[in-house]
RNA sequence: GGAAGCGUGCCGGAGCGGCCGAACGGAACAGUCUUGAAAACUGUCGUAGUUAAUAGCUACCGUGGGUUCAAAUCCCACCGCUUCCUCCA
């Protein structure tokens, strides 16, 4: 949700954003219309209320033979006054109405545009070739034996998958490695629920038009999330956080469910684009000056990952078109993957500034004591996906992939998944 | 799943349909005293909306409805918690 006071002060600024976005930027002038005739009614509204409770007091102290007329005119200020207060309430739903619909403001200097009118901030490490033809990570999921896809599907279905072995003890590494790294800069780790309720998954901004996304339960009128950050947004709200020591940093793991409702037919070959898969994702609860630093530190964070896992990837910074609702900056690693020739999203990290923590009420005092939004990022640390670039970047000529240095002390030491051999 | 009880401010804990935004105690903060601290004393001490305003007004006593001139207080529904029984990784 956009802050009510830039919208009164300055829409233009509002506007431009909308712009960046692509999105409709008369809905502004409409928010602008919509909030002066919201105060104006709710006045009204007070006004009458405030008489009314005058009236009201004055029964009480009313001898018995005065008592009469004055709940009399009592019962016509009700009626009036419950008038107005719809009229109020319309007012203010009007309002909410459009203002839910405002994306946040975008942070200036990102690159306008779609999908593809991202910028690349670097790249890093060679892309890996091979004097063989190298395999793609299912393939080398069934020679080493540690991806069982069949088997999934049987089980659950098209996008489910076992991971078996040396894959499983992989995950699980990797995920520590990134829990390592995340206690040592001042994350505390977080398991999370992954059912959450509506209030919480709507104020993290993931039932607008992605909500065909997002697995739900109506029995129990509970969501499986798609990403920790939804539980760990929530941790807080409705909380006035301390801040005067620093920001919260949390580093939440969890398994994630994802429909992937408008992706039929697309990345349908491997664990690349899952229904189930795991994540740590990093979250912090900031002051809104130390965001853009803090959104620097979480990307700091996943290229150590992803340099202690050798792999070679691009950042890019996300155009305005293709952030999400709540962010107002994204950046995006990609790792480069062999079969593909092409880059594939690991990490997300972005910034949210206030437009997360005001929709659930997060704040923390400031300096004056006065309570102030708070500012939230994300980004991932670790996720199932990254099997893939890790199998197919280090595999060898006989079909065996090479652990990573980093990885092997959380693998007992293991150096290489060879190839299984039938006896 | 069955039974009973309870949900009030940072915490504990009162609260009669009007005088309750809410007693009292604690915590916290500021000051006095002190070389300093503790103790004692004094004061401050919820959140939000509206407003030029730290003036006023409005709202909030789990949530949402209802009754009433007037609701923390009465009624209904829902949510949560506790205890006991049952069951169970």
Redesign the pocket.
């Known amino acids: 949700m956009i802050d009510?006071?830039l919208l009164?002060e300055n829409p233009d600024a509002i506007k431009a954003s909308q712009r960046a976005r692509g999105n409709d930027e008369s809905i502004v002038d409409d928010a602008v219309q919509a909030?002066?005739n919201?105060?104006?009614c709710?006045?009204a509204?007070?006004?009458l209320?405030?008489?009314?409770?005058?009236?009201?007091?004055?029964?009480?102290?009313a001898s018995k033979e005065e008592?009469p007329a004055?709940?009399?005119?009592?019962?016509v200020?009700?009626e009036k006054?419950?008038a107005a207060l719809e009229v109020a309430n319309a007012a203010e739903v009007h309002l909410n109405e459009l203002i839910w619909k405002i994306e946040n403001v975008v942070i200036e200097g990102i690159p306008a545009g779609g999908e593809e009118n991202f910028t690349v901030i670097k790249e890093v490490g060679t892309k890996q070739t091979f004097d063989f033809e190298p395999r793609d990570h299912v393939a080398l999921g069934e020679l080493l034996d540690i991806i069982d896809i069949e088997r999934g599907v049987k089980v659950s279905g098209s996008r489910f998958y076992f991971l078996k072995g040396w894959g499983a003890r992989l995950e699980l590494a990797m995920m520590n490695m990134a829990l390592d790294l995340a206690s040592k800069h001042d994350f505390t780790a977080l398991i999370t629920p992954t059912l959450v309720r509506p209030e919480v998954m709507a104020g993290t901004g993931f039932l607008g038009e992605h909500s065909d996304e997002i697995y739900y339960l109506p029995a129990d009128d509970l969501y499986l999330t798609g990403t920790s950050e939804v539980a760990l947004a929530g941790y807080h709200r409705d909380e006035?956080i301390d801040l005067s020591a620093g920001p919260l940093r949390y580093a939440g793991w969890s398994t994630c469910y994802r429909r992937e409702a408008g992706s039929a037919g697309r990345d349908t070959r491997g664990i690349l684009r899952v229904h189930q898969f795991n994540k740590l994702e990093m979250f912090s609860y900031i002051k809104p000056e130390d965001a853009e630093n803090e959104h620097l530190k979480l990307l700091a964070l996943e290229e150590a990952m992803l340099q202690a896992c050798e792999l070679s990837y691009r950042v890019i910074d996300t155009a305005a078109g293709d952030l999400g609702s709540s962010a107002a900056r994204k950046y995006d690693s990609e790792a480069w993957v062999p079969s593909q020739q092409t880059y594939r999203e690991l990490t997300s990290s972005s910034n949210c500034t206030t437009y997360q923590a005001r929709r659930l009420n997060v704040?923390y005092?400031d300096e004056n004591?006065?309570?102030?939004t708070a500012a939230t990022l994300n980004g991932t640390l670790a996720t199932t996906r990254w099997l893939v670039a890790i199998l197919e970047t280090h595999q060898q000529a006989d079909g065996s992939v090479r652990i990573p240095a980093a990885l092997r002390p959380y693998l007992g030491g293991q150096e290489v998944i060879e190839p299984k051999v039938r006896a």
Do not use: F
């Not at 009314?52 to 007091?57: L, R, T, V």
């Not at 004055?70 to 019962?75: F, S, Y």
């Open positions: 009510s006071n009164r909030d002066a919201w105060r104006k709710l006045q509204y007070e006004t209320r405030a008489e009314q409770n005058a009236a009201a007091k004055l029964v009480g102290s008592r004055l709940i009399q005119a009592g019962q200020l009700a006054v419950k006035i704040r005092r004591g006065k309570t102030q």
